[in-house]
Antibody, heavy 117, light 106 residues
Framework: QVQLQESGPGLVKPSETLSLTCTVSGGSISSYYCSWIRQAPGKGLEWIGYMSYSGSTNYNPSLKSRVTISVDTSKNQFSLRLTSVTAADTAVYFC???????????WGQGTLVSVSS | DIQMTQSPSTLSASVGDRVTITCRASQSISIWLAWYQQKPGKAPQLLIYKASSLESGVPSRFSGSGSGTEFTLTITSLQPDDFGTYYCLRYDSYSRTFGQGTKVEI
C-alpha cells in the first residue's frame, strides 16, 4: 500500500518561500506522477501542479509564476516550492500521486502552512 | 481553462434519502471526471472515476453518471457515514480542476 507523508515548516513569513517535501513509501515514486493540492481554511480544493516521471511539469496557471515541483527519486521524495507567499497562501497542502492523465489515487494526510509575520 | 461548477453548494438530507449532486464543465471533458468525499481534517477519498466507475471498496449506494459537460453523483440511500463534502475533479493530460464542493449535512 502506497503511503505519502508531507513535511515542512508550519509557519512561513510573508514574501518568503514555502518549501514542503512529500515522502513516498510502499511504492516507487518513478511509477507515478507527483502532485500537490492545497485547501485554504474552510475552502475548496485547488490543484497546484504535478511533475511526471520524465521530469516534465504542469502547473495551475494561477500559480505558475511562483511554483516549482521537483522529484528526488533516490530518496523517493518530491517537493514543492512556492515563492513570494502572502496570507492567501495559508492552506493545508496535500501531496498526491496519479497515473498519467488520471485522477489522484494516493494522498498524504495534509500539512497546514500558515503565512504570517 | 475549463471550469467546473457544482450544485448545490450545501445539501441537507435524512438517512435513507436519495441524494444527487451535479457537476457541470464549461466545455466537454468526455468521461474524464472523478468524485471524492472529504471529511473534516482528512484527505479526500476517491469514490468514482471515469464518470461512472466505482472505486474498489466504495459502497454500491454511490454511483456516477454523465459525459460531455454534465455529470451526477447519486447516493441511493443516504447513510450517517456519508456526511462530508463532495468534490468533482476533471482530469486530462495536462491539467486538473476541482468543483467548488457540495457539503452534505445529515
Amino acid at each position: 500500500q502506497v503511503q505519502l507523508q508531507e513535511s515542512g515548516p508550519g509557519l512561513v513569513k510573508p514574501s518568503e518561500t514555502l518549501s514542503l517535501t512529500c515522502t513516498v513509501s510502499g511504492g516507487s515514486i518513478s511509477s507515478y506522477y507527483c502532485s500537490w493540492i492545497r485547501q485554504a481554511p474552510g475552502k475548496g480544493l485547488e490543484w497546484i501542479g504535478y511533475m511526471s516521471y520524465s521530469g516534465s511539469t504542469n502547473y495551475n496557471p494561477s500559480l505558475k509564476s511562483r511554483v516549482t515541483i521537483s522529484v528526488d527519486t533516490s530518496k523517493n521524495q518530491f517537493s514543492l516550492r512556492l515563492t513570494s507567499v502572502t496570507a492567501a497562501d495559508t492552506a493545508v497542502y496535500f501531496c498526491a500521486t496519479q497515473l498519467p492523465g488520471s485522477y489522484f489515487d494516493y494522498w498524504g494526510q495534509g500539512t497546514l502552512v500558515s503565512v504570517s509575520s | 481553462d475549463i471550469q467546473m461548477t457544482q450544485s448545490p453548494s450545501t445539501l441537507s438530507a435524512s438517512v435513507g434519502d436519495r441524494v444527487t449532486i451535479t457537476c457541470r464543465a464549461s466545455q466537454s471533458i468526455s468521461i474524464w471526471l472523478a468524485w471524492y468525499q472529504q471529511k473534516p481534517g482528512k484527505a479526500p477519498q476517491l469514490l468514482i472515476y471515469k464518470a461512472s466507475s466505482l472505486e474498489s471498496g466504495v459502497p454500491s449506494r454511490f454511483s456516477g453518471s454523465g459525459s460531455g459537460t454534465e455529470f451526477t453523483l447519486t447516493i441511493t440511500s443516504l447513510q450517517p457515514d456519508d456526511f462530508g463534502t463532495y468534490y468533482c475533479l476533471r482530469y486530462d493530460s495536462y491539467s486538473r480542476t476541482f468543483g467548488q464542493g457540495t457539503k452534505v449535512e445529515i
